[in-house]
């Protein structure tokens, strides 16, 4: 995107027909554009990434991740002692207030979708756990938060707006700093590429997981998110949310889940709510711009018990392991009105222990790639268990 925006640039001041104002507009741009080009290039060669035209990714729309870009600026430029901006401390506020609250100081902090990873450090810093994970899909940004962090390099980034703001600078340069670690907290604190839908953990491995502004964009189904939190806490631990519900445009409505509903899957999945709180905030307010978003952040704690607790009944929830797909489906001797070697092989695989994600797992690699697994093995439950 870099590249094609100076391309677009350069074009565009070879022009006959522009006066210096206009001139000198377009190259505080094409600064700002070649600054970011540098650094994205840099700080990935040095991650051994190599920017090679992709096909697949030509036809994806970028605009999520060119969107977490501006988490880079928030976190690191934005906000310095000569520059203050209230959205890093409001959010470090928001969830210390609540780990403070906690039986026992964490020792084990995992952050799921840490972004550039400015919240994490900054808990890491206060609290002195063991170790914190600051964990993200996006290269780009845990690059930059191992160069500022680790590696203690500054790191230049450029910022420009699409839309003229009276008063306001059109383009600028920040130089992002290492961030003040005079006790050596960086040893502790690791930022980590993986997917949340691949965690490379062992069970019951934290005693804190963090999802700041997470549970609504990370390509799946909260229900499924839900799952993998409630297996990497180890019992006794606490699950802290804090952002809004956004959800991605990607996402089929039915997923776009409201808190009451979140707070059912909570407790069909083992978790007791402890408490929650709703607050207004700005999100990536610049200094370069005259408009802003105002989201709403719903915070929760959630822990998960020393023992698993039989589930709640909820209205309209033929069982909790339908809904909860990560849960165990009890044996019962299942059997279906409709006979199909597909249905024999679902129902053979119920052993008590096996949930319906189990199931799909074994059996999806065996089904065309079109057909919706889970919709198969969740409408077969479904229709023998309201039958
Ligand atoms: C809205 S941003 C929030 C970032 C940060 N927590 C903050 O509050 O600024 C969501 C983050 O989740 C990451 N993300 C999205 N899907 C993910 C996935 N499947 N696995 C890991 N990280 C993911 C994105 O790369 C992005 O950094």
Same mark, same amino acid.
């Given at each position: 995107?870099?590249?094609?925006?100076?391309?677009?640039?350069?074009?565009?001041?070879?022009?006959?027909? @522009?006066?210096?104002?206009?001139?000198?507009?377009?190259?505080?741009?094409?600064?700002?554009?070649?600054?970011?080009?540098?650094?994205?290039?840099?700080?990935?060669?040095?991650?051994?990434?190599?920017?090679?035209?992709?096909?697949?990714?030509?036809?994806?729309?970028?605009?999520?991740?060119?969107? !977490?870009?501006?988490?880079?600026?928030?976190?690191?430029?934005?906000?310095?002692?000569?520059?203050?901006?209230?959205?890093?401390?409001?959010?470090?506020?928001?969830?210390?207030?609540?780990?403070?609250?906690?039986?026992?100081?964490?020792?084990?902090?995992?952050?799921? #979708?840490? #972004?550039?990873?400015? @919240?994490?450090?900054?808990?890491?810093?206060?609290?002195?756990?063991? !170790?914190?994970?600051?964990?993200?899909?996006?290269?780009?940004?845990?690059?930059?938060?191992?160069?500022?962090?680790?590696?203690?390099?500054?790191?230049?980034?450029?910022?420009?707006?699409?839309?003229?703001?009276?008063?306001?600078?059109?383009?600028?340069?920040?130089?992002?700093?290492? +961030?003040?670690?005079?006790?050596?907290?960086?040893?502790?604190?690791?930022?980590?590429?993986?997917?949340?839908?691949?965690?490379?953990?062992?069970?019951?491995?934290?005693?804190?997981?963090?999802?700041?502004?997470?549970?609504?964009?990370?390509?799946?189904?909260?229900?499924?998110?839900?799952?993998?939190?409630?297996?990497?806490?180890?019992?006794?631990?606490?699950?802290?949310?804090?952002?809004?519900?956004?959800?991605?445009?990607?996402?089929?409505?039915?997923?776009? !889940?409201?808190?009451?509903?979140?707070?059912?899957?909570?407790?069909?999945?083992?978790?007791?709510?402890?408490?929650?709180?709703?607050?207004?905030?700005?999100?990536?307010?610049?200094?370069?711009?005259?408009?802003?978003?105002?989201?709403?952040?719903?915070?929760?704690?959630?822990?998960?018990?020393?023992?698993?607790?039989?589930?709640?009944?909820?209205? #309209?929830?033929?069982?909790?392991?339908?809904?909860?797909?990560?849960?165990?489906?009890?044996?019962?001797? !299942?059997?279906?009105?409709?006979?199909?070697?597909?249905?024999?092989?679902?129902?053979?695989?119920?052993?008590?222990?096996?949930?319906?994600?189990?199931?799909?797992?074994?059996?999806? +690699?065996?089904?065309?790639?079109?057909?919706?697994?889970?919709?198969?093995?969740?409408?077969?439950?479904?229709?023998?268990?309201?039958?």
């Amino acid at each position: 995107m870099a590249q094609q925006g100076l391309a677009a640039l350069h074009e565009s001041l070879s022009r006959y027909d @522009l006066t210096d104002t206009t001139r000198q507009r377009l190259t505080e741009i094409q600064t700002a554009s070649q600054v970011n080009l540098d650094t994205i290039l840099s700080l990935m060669q040095k991650h051994g990434i190599n920017p090679i035209p992709d096909e697949q990714l030509s036809q994806m729309n970028p605009g999520d991740l060119s969107e !977490y870009f501006d988490l880079l600026l928030r976190d690191w430029a934005w906000d310095s002692t000569t520059n203050p901006n209230p959205e890093n401390t409001a959010a470090f506020e928001r969830t210390l207030a609540d780990i403070e609250k906690l039986p026992q100081k964490p020792a084990r902090i995992l952050v799921l #979708g840490a #972004g550039a990873g400015r @919240l994490s450090w900054d808990l890491h810093v206060r609290l002195q756990p063991e !170790y914190t994970l600051a964990l993200d899909a996006n290269p780009l940004v845990l690059a930059a938060a191992d160069e500022l962090v680790h590696q203690r390099q500054t790191i230049a980034i450029g910022e420009f707006k699409n839309f003229p703001q009276i008063g306001f600078q059109h383009a600028h340069c920040w130089q992002l700093e290492p +961030p003040h670690d005079t006790d050596n907290a960086r040893s502790t604190w690791f930022p980590l590429g993986a997917n949340v839908w691949q965690l490379p953990f062992a069970r019951d491995s934290f005693d804190l997981i963090i999802t700041p502004w997470f549970i609504d964009v990370n390509g799946g189904d909260v229900r499924d998110l839900i799952a993998i939190i409630y297996e990497n806490l180890a019992p006794g631990g606490h699950w802290l949310n804090s952002g809004p519900l956004l959800f991605t445009r990607h996402l089929p409505v039915q997923l776009k !889940y409201t808190a009451t509903e979140i707070k059912e899957f909570l407790s069909l999945a083992g978790f007791t709510l402890i408490e929650e709180s709703i607050t207004n905030t700005d999100y990536l307010r610049s200094p370069l711009e005259a408009r802003f978003r105002q989201e709403q952040v719903w915070t929760f704690r959630a822990a998960k018990p020393e023992a698993r607790q039989e589930a709640p009944i909820i209205a #309209g929830a033929l069982t909790a392991w339908l809904v909860m797909h990560h849960l165990p489906i009890p044996k019962n001797n !299942y059997s279906s009105k409709d006979s199909h070697p597909l249905i024999d092989a679902i129902l053979s695989l119920v052993d008590g222990n096996r949930s319906i994600n189990d199931i799909c797992y074994e059996v999806g +690699p065996h089904l065309p790639q079109d057909i919706p697994v889970k919709d198969v093995v969740v409408t077969l439950f479904g229709q023998i268990l309201s039958e």
